[in-house]
C-alpha cells in the first residue's frame, strides 16, 4: 500500500500544477478579510429578508387549513396504484408563487402536462422545509384554465418529428427539462446518464461552445466594420444573453440556473482581470445563488451540479493541459473518468442504481457533446428523427441494476476529503483511491447479487 500511494505521489508531482507557477489573473475578489465578512453580510441579509418572503407564503399557504382554491401549471402526470391494486393519478404541479405541489386524482382524466388549472382542496400540513421542496394538496374539484403554455408549439414540433412517443419525450427533457416517462428515467439512471439527460451546467457548456462557434462566424462578417470591438468580448455576451433567454425558458432550473450565474460572474470579473479559476470563486457563487433563491438549500439538483463544478476546479488543479497532440485526445477521457469517480460516492448517497454499463457514461458523456448541439439543428431542419434508431437500442437495452446507497458516514467523510484535497494533494489522492474503491465495491455488489 505503501507503494502504491508512492507511485501516486511521483505521479502527481510529475502532472500538477505548481500554483506558483501561475501568473495569469492572480487578482483575488477580495483582499482581506473585511471584505469577505461585508460581502457574507450582504448576502445574509438579502437570504434573511427572501428567506422571510419564503416564510410569508408558507404562512399563507397553511394558514387556513380549510378548504382553498389554488391556481398552477401542471408539470408532471403519472399513474400509480394503491393499496387495493386500482390505479389513480399523480400530478405535479407549480403554483402561482412557484412553489412545487403533489396532488392525486382518482378520475379518469386526460393528460394535463402543462396544463394551468384551478384546484379546489385543502393543503395538508407540512413544514417549512418540506414546504421549499414540496407539499401535499387534497383534490375536491379539478378545473382547466384557457391559459396556454408558450413553449407548447415547439414540443408539438417536436412530436411531429419522431414516431415514437417515448422519444419525442426524451428531447423534450432535453430542451425544456420537462417530465421525463419512468421507464426512460429509470433506464438513464441504470445506465448511468441521468446528468446527460436532465438539464444542466453540462448543457450550458455545451450549448456555449456551439453558440460561440455559429455566432463568431456570423460576427467575422461585420467585424471589418468594427475593428475596434473585442471578439470575444462581444461573443461571449451575447453567449449569455442567448442562454438567458434559455434560463427563462426552462423556468430557472436550479442547476442551469447555478451554471448561468456562475458564467455570468466570470464573464465580468474575467475581463476585470479576476481571477476565476479558484475555489473562493465557486463559494461565491454558490454564497449568491442560494440568497437570491433560497429554496436552492433544498435542491438535489443544485447540490450536484455545484459538486460537480468543484470536482472540476479540483482536476484543473491538479492536472496540467496538454502539450502534445496525443494528449490532446487523452485529455477528455481522462477528465470524464476522474469526474465520473468523483461524482460516484456523492450521486450514490441520492440515487441508489448501479449496473454494469454505468461506466460506459464516460464515453457517452463524450458523444453527447457532438449528439447535442447536432440534435438541436436537426430539430430545425425537421429531421430531428435521425438519431431515434440509436437512441431506441440504447434505452431498449435490457440492464440488471442494483440499489446500494452510500452511508452516511461514507458521504461525510468523502466531503471532508473533498475540502481537504483543495490544500493537500495527497488528499486528493486518498479521494480518488476512495472513488475507485467505491467503483470496486459496487461491482462486486453487482457480481454477487
Known amino acids: 500500500m505503501r507503494e502504491i500511494l508512492t507511485k501516486c505521489w511521483r505521479f502527481f508531482q510529475r502532472n500538477t500544477i505548481n500554483a506558483k507557477q501561475t501568473k495569469i489573473l492572480r487578482v483575488n475578489l477580495f483582499s482581506s478579510p473585511l471584505h469577505w465578512t461585508v460581502f457574507v453580510a450582504i448576502c445574509g441579509c438579502i437570504f434573511t429578508l427572501n428567506l422571510y418572503q419564503e416564510y410569508q407564503s408558507y404562512l399563507r399557504y397553511l394558514g387556513d387549513l380549510n378548504t382553498k382554491e389554488i391556481q398552477g401549471q401542471v408539470i408532471a402526470q403519472y399513474t400509480k396504484q394503491d393499496k387495493n391494486g386500482k390505479p389513480y393519478f399523480v ?22 402536462s402543462h396544463s394551468f388549472v384551478r384546484i379546489f382542496g385543502k393543503p395538508l400540513q407540512c413544514d417549512f422545509l418540506q414546504y421549499l421542496r414540496s407539499c401535499f394538496f387534497v383534490n375536491f374539484s379539478l378545473s382547466l384554465e384557457s391559459q396556454k403554455d408558450s413553449r407548447n408549439v415547439l414540443r408539438e414540433a417536436i412530436d411531429r418529428q419522431h414516431a415514437q412517443e417515448s422519444m419525442a419525450s426524451l ?39 456551439s453558440l460561440g462557434f455559429v455566432l463568431s462566424l456570423v460576427y467575422r462578417i461585420f467585424q471589418s466594420y468594427v475593428p475596434y470591438r473585442n471578439r470575444f468580448f462581444d ?67 443544485f447540490f450536484l451540479s455545484f459538486m460537480g ?48 454499463y454505468s461506466i460506459a457514461s464516460i464515453l457517452l458523456s463524450i458523444a453527447f457533446c457532438v449528439f447535442f448541439p447536432l440534435s438541436i439543428v436537426g430539430h430545425v431542419f425537421g429531421v430531428g428523427w435521425i438519431f431515434d434508431s440509436l437512441l431506441l437500442k440504447l434505452f431498449g437495452m435490457p440492464i440488471t441494476a ?16 473533498g475540502l481537504l484535497s483543495i490544500r493537500f494533494v495527497k488528499a486528493y489522492i486518498l479521494l480518488l483511491i476512495s472513488a475507485v474503491a467505491f467503483l470496486g465495491y459496487l461491482y462486486y455488489n453487482l457480481w454477487v447479487a
Open 171 to 209: 428531447y423534450k427533457t432535453l430542451y425544456f427539462a420537462d417530465f421525463l416517462p419512468k421507464e426512460l428515467r429509470d433506464t438513464s439512471n441504470k445506465l448511468g446518464i441521468a446528468h446527460l439527460v436532465a438539464i444542466s451546467g453540462f448543457h450550458l457548456g455545451v450549448l456555449s461552445l
Open 91 to 112: 400530478i405535479k404541479l407549480r403554483s402561482q408563487d412557484g412553489h412545487i405541489l403533489y396532488t392525486t386524482s382518482k378520475e379518469d382524466i386526460k393528460d394535463l
Open 309 to 356: 463544478v468543484f470536482y472540476v476546479y479540483l482536476f484543473l488543479r491538479y492536472f496540467r493541459f496538454p502539450h502534445h497532440w496525443i494528449e490532446i485526445f487523452i485529455l477528455p477521457l481522462l477528465f470524464n473518468a476522474v469526474i465520473f469517480l468523483n461524482m460516484l460516492i456523492v450521486v450514490h448517497f441520492f440515487f441508489p442504481y448501479f449496473s454494469a
Open 402 to 417: 442494483i440499489e446500494v446507497f452510500t452511508p452516511t458516514w461514507l458521504f461525510i467523510v468523502y466531503l471532508c476529503l
Open 235 to 301: 461573443l461571449s455576451l451575447l453567449v449569455l444573453v442567448f442562454l438567458f433567454i434559455y434560463l427563462c425558458v426552462l423556468s430557472f432550473t436550479p442547476s442551469f440556473l447555478r451554471a448561468w450565474v456562475m458564467a455570468a460572474f466570470s464573464f465580468v470579473l474575467l475581463y476585470s482581470g479576476v481571477k476565476v479559476l479558484d475555489f473562493t470563486f465557486l463559494f461565491l457563487v454558490g454564497v449568491v445563488c442560494v440568497s437570491l433563491f433560497p429554496h436552492l438549500i433544498c435542491s438535489v439538483g
